[in-house]
């Protein structure tokens, strides 16, 4: 940022600018003067002629400046792997601004691959404890009443990565790219099971996908789940897409991601859960004590710095810290920042209003004084939920282990800028 | 929609699907029983076998079943033209769902061309009637607190289609495509302007785009654009696409499109408008008495129904009537739907939060008896401004005027269910 001639110019030259950094900024309420690099009369003089551009056409493609991508791995710290091992891909939590993820960059979390269904075949079955069974095509979905939400999805094995050790040279995506939020729509579960006569002694629900993999889960029918749970089509405005479920997959908002369950194909509704493998083997969390919680499906409050984050380099003088934060129980109420390892902590500004169960960004400008620190963030839902620090939940749940982790994510800043995934 | 065995089916076999239509709608509040096509068994069991899917990769694709695309247009009704002829491309408002619309779908209007510029070498000047004129680097920019906002954008030009007279045979697309709505981010244009030390008497700004055309308007510095306008670099969670402005555009929530100026490169303060050509020759109202109507700068009150909508089919029974509405003055408050007409109208259902100066989605269920007749949607915006009928609209505007069509669409059905774009 420069000054342009005509008032204070240094020089005295009017058509010139002026080389000195921008120092206006901490008058105006910038802490710092070290704004990133400055601009000058050459490297505007520098700026490409202006020439017509590209024909318009049926898709707005990203700019070849914008290297943005997820990252396929094999699980916790299998990267660089062949693409037929990954079983998950991690949304660029740091190349993202705003709340919404592009569709294309949602996180992804796969147990057989990426089916694309014909939606002009594809059925879904509701049978159980009701009254009248039903198979619903997707133009009968599509004819009743829906609704449209913000919401975020995570990966209950979000943030495995740092679960045991922190390894030091990973970035944000690496720790924490299974989360993304979208604007979801689709008909309410309710609506459906206004039709089905749904027993009310029914306080379950089986949620089925339609990949090989047959994903299912058991679901507890409380108020809370009735009144928010989206029979899902559309996805940011356009059909889900193929690995978010298409054509239709289960929303439950605040929800742990597997229980969203993808190209859903059957409801079956009954009065107890049907203990599938992905609720007896796969999804349970082994606690420190040796015992096993089942069923531990509401996501935490949790919450991410992603700028500065991992691998990034930073310069003394003036940052600005942005990052995200989210909860399964509601709103996020507060968001805290520590520039000094958690001594200290200060209630930071949202970019913009906090939607419940949808991920907020909040913001602080920081003045960095080149000395080694440690930044970290910390959420408050409106529930009163506050995020822990890493050593009280690891006190709590042990290192067995993989599930809901929502620890506080410290990075650690060296002498050089650089940027570091370390523990506390 | 079929009923599954076991109760009350026909041959009273229990593993056979029930072909009766599926009557239960009436009962359960669904007007009709005529409802897309039926399940049979047939096509259950005709489910194709599930098989693992593709691998994950770094972005998830659209599914091979969803053809949705932007259609590039060379003015009203010129259409199926050369790529290098078109000046927008129109947003598929029939196949969106929800509220959002995709970053690569978004309607999109260029004076010359989509050019990709370099954000390392792009800078911001901002002069004129202030203490300090500055310029600005990207990464200056990005190091600023910044604002996220959902906001419509809306082609002045939108709607001209049906200006004069209507082609029976075109989409929604064609009639409505140039409006579309976004999550956008970026700092606030008061930030900046409290860096710059504005001259208390600058009431007006120039903003000019880097693109060849170096589209240029004068806007005026009113307290409600003070309030809103963004200096954005940010779409939908990402950086802008090209097409939209990449790196940088002018975001000023509920006025016409082209004062959003893309790839932004010049702000200039001054007490009155410059008088570009484009608010002298261009974006100025032919009026009935001969008159030009200059600055006519915020979007009105509009709605439109995009299901069912122009060159659809549908069929006697129960429909689902949906659309958007929208208002550069604020929030939707109601939207109105008529099935005869015109002739009465009823307050429809909204699928989510009316966000002030963003679209929103409405949705009526409705049982057409097969008789020919017109829908038509109209939208109340909260500062009580109602979308005018096309024939008090053209009363008041005249037919010489090409821009901020905001008339009520008319759909009308013939008695083989075949919808038509009918002026009123």
Known sequence: MKMLSGH?????????????RFLVAASAGLAGSALAESATAESLADVPAREPGADLSGFSA?????????????GPGRRNIDPSEAINSKAPLQDLVGTITPSDLHYERSHSGVVDLDPARHRLLVHGMVERPLVFSMDDLKSMPAVTRTAFLECTGNGWENWKKADENVTVQNTHGLVSTNEWTGVPLKFVIGLLGKDPASTWMLAEGGDAAG????IPLTEEILDEAILAYGQNGEPL????????RLLLPGMEGNLNIKWLRRLKFGDQPWMTRWETARYTQLLANGKARQFQLRMETNSVITQPSGTMVIRPGRNRITGLAWSGHGRIAKVEVSTDGARTWQEVALTGP???KAQ?????????????????????DEKGNVQPDRKSFIAAMGTNALFHYNAQQTWGIDESGRVRNVLD
Chains 1, 2 share one sequence.
């Open 8 to 20: 204070s110019n240094a020089d005295g030259s009017p058509e010139r600018l002026n080389r000195r």
């Open 62 to 74: 990203r700019s070849q400046y914008v290297k943005i991508s997820r990252i396929p791995e094999a």
């Open 215 to 218: 994903v299912a889960r058991s």
């Open 241 to 248: 897409r193929p690995a978010h479920g298409f054509p239709l």
């Open 354 to 356: 906090a939607l419940p």
């Open 360 to 380: 907020v960004r909040f913001q602080l400008d920081w003045a960095w004084d080149g000395k080694p620190t440690k930044i970290v963030s910390r959420s408050t």
